[in-house]
Nanobody
Framework: QVQLVESGGGSVQAGWSLRLSCAAS????????????MGWFRQAPGKEREGVAA????????DYADSVKGRFTISQDKAKNTLYLQMNSLKPEDTAMYYC??????????????????WGRGTQVTVSS
């Protein structure tokens, strides 16, 4: 059973950077089944959860929400089974709980919440002006 654990959140000022990590465990040793669709999502108080970035760990380009394009970068370290979200030029509106999610293939690396069945517990990001 795949488990996801996020870390790296914190309280920062506008314009600063943070890097979130999502450590995955429970993968099988077979390379053919170790590729997943993975994404970063966020949920601010009183708002619905929204997609931020998504990627297929087996290769291909990443996708980003318009609100974070040019500021956030999703990446992975397959040797460490870890997904990252580099967040630069943070804004107060980026304040939210950030979640990592995964879905087994066949899958599409979308930013639709209901496309993912494996979720971490989240890490809080707070950006002050």
């Amino acid at each position: 059973q795949v488990q996801l654990v996020e870390s790296g959140g914190g309280s920062v000022q506008a314009g600063w950077s943070l890097r979130l990590s999502c450590a995955a465990s429970g993968y099988t040793s077979s390379s053919s089944s170790s590729s997943y669709c993975m994404g970063w999502f966020r949920q601010a108080p009183g708002k619905e959860r929204e997609g931020v970035a998504a990627i297929y760990t087996g290769g291909g380009s990443a996708d980003y929400a318009d609100s974070v394009k040019g500021r956030f970068t999703i990446s992975q370290d397959k040797a460490k089974n870890t997904l990252y979200l580099q967040m630069n030029s943070l804004k107060p509106e980026d304040t939210a709980m950030y979640y990592c999610a995964a879905e087994r293939p066949p899958c599409m690396p979308t930013m639709r919440v209901n496309e993912y069945n494996i979720w971490g517990r989240g890490t809080q990001v707070t950006v002050s002006s």
